[in-house]
T-cell receptor
Framework: AQKITQTQPGMFVQEKEAVTLDCTYD???????LFWYKQPSSGEMIFLIY??????QNATEGRYSLNFQKARKSANLVISASQLGDSAMYFC??????????????FGKGTKLSVKP | DTGVSQDPRHKITKRGQNVTFRCDPI?????LYWYRQTLGQGPEFLTY????????KSRLLSDRFSAERPKGSFSTLEIQRTEQGDSAMYLC?????????????????FGSGTRLTVV
């Protein structure tokens, strides 16, 4: 069965500093995608970054980078130069792609990030 | 296209009443997903459609829940005889799924959700 584990219920970071949010995953499918989403208090899910299981390089999107360690089955999100607007819930998610069919997205329980001024 | 729309944004209902939510996906997307998110938790998968066919249902989708996607466009999620445990945010998402995986078609777009409160 596929599973996403986020072990940090809450994290604090000082404004302008970098922070790493942990995510480990479990799947037996060889082809999968890993996602990070941000959910502010308003509720919408905002896509941040994607990493495919066969991608050789770590994904980066502006201040977001994904530290993908396939052997350890981890996909940590690194946010550089934190801003007050980064305060939100962050969810790691995964889908699988096997046999020509894409599965659905499964989520971890999330990490609440608070950025301190 | 303005993205995925969900209606209503908020719904308060009395226990035992039926409620129906609507989701309008991005028009060119062929997949539509429903998720439920309770306070402090991540979204949990309920069901998804590819075009008009309902391809998978979670065990979370009890007999009181039914989802439809007539003509492969908008979708409705109905909850019959609501219970207090049904109180949650119901999220809809859509995606474009093809034969191969590419940057263009890996993305899921979420709506803003419908927050249901059963009193």
């Amino acid at each position: 069965a596929q599973k996403i584990t986020q072990t940090q219920p809450g994290m604090f970071v000082q404004e302008k500093e970098a922070v790493t949010l942990d995510c480990t995953y479990d799947t037996s499918d060889p082809s999968y995608g890993l996602f990070w989403y941000k959910q502010p208090s308003s509720g919408e899910m905002i896509f941040l970054i994607y990493q495919g299981s066969y991608d050789q390089q770590n994904a980066t999107e502006g201040r977001y980078s994904l530290n993908f360690q396939k052997a350890r089955k981890s996909a940590n999100l690194v946010i550089s130069a934190s801003q007050l607007g980064d305060s939100a819930m962050y969810f790691c998610a995964m889908d699988t792609y096997y046999g020509g069919s894409q599965g659905n997205l499964i989520f971890g329980k999330g990490t609440k990030l608070s950025v301190k001024p | 296209d303005t993205g995925v729309s969900q209606d209503p944004r908020h719904k308060i209902t009395k226990r035992g009443q039926n409620v129906t939510f609507r989701c309008d996906p991005i028009s060119e997307h062929n997949r539509l997903y429903w998720y439920r998110q309770t306070l402090g938790q991540g979204p949990e998968f309920l069901t998804y459609f590819q075009n008009e066919a309902q391809l998978e249902k979670s065990r979370l989708l009890s007999d009181r829940f039914s989802a439809e996607r007539p003509k492969g466009s908008f979708s409705t999620l109905e909850i019959q005889r609501t219970e207090q445990g049904d109180s949650a945010m119901y999220l809809c998402a859509s995606s474009l799924v093809g034969q191969s995986r590419s940057v263009a078609n890996y993305g899921y777009t979420f709506g803003s959700g419908t927050r249901l409160t059963v009193v």
